[in-house]
């Protein structure tokens, strides 16, 4: 089981990234997958997910109305659309997934076994 999450960079704050996490081995889209983020001192954050309990899409309310995520099941690909980014969206974003039924939330970090390497975000003010 790999994870590949890409597409983070150096951004102005008010501008726009999209990453993009990819899986080989098995449908990324089978189960549940959640962008989590991570920045320096701080405990690592649910962003959005994709439940597999209820197959509902679920957002952090930080950036709620700012991030979008979506899928392709073509390309076994999960997006972040991150727009009018804020230097405070400064962090390692990750992308995780899970084979077993959602439990609670799916922003919850608990419950993933398996996680991409991360790429920075870096929000310029």
């Given at each position: ?6 597409g ?17 081995g ?15 001192g701080?405990?690592r ?7 597999s ?73």
């Amino acid at each position: 089981v790999q994870l590949q999450a890409y597409g983070g960079g150096l951004v102005q704050s008010g501008g726009s990234l999209r990453l993009s996490c990819t899986a080989s081995g098995f449908p990324l889209l089978s189960y549940a997958i959640g962008w989590f983020r991570q920045a320096p001192g701080k405990e690592r954050e649910g962003v959005s997910c994709f439940s597999s309990a209820d197959g509902g899409t679920y957002i952090a309310d930080s950036v709620q109305g700012r991030f979008t995520i979506s899928r392709d099941r073509a390309k076994n690909t999960v997006y972040l659309q991150m727009n009018n980014l804020k230097p405070e969206d400064t962090a390692v974003y990750y992308c995780a997934t899970d084979f077993e039924k959602t439990r609670g939330t799916c922003l919850s970090d608990i419950q993933y076994d398996y996680w991409g390497q991360g790429t920075q975000v870096t929000v310029s003010s």
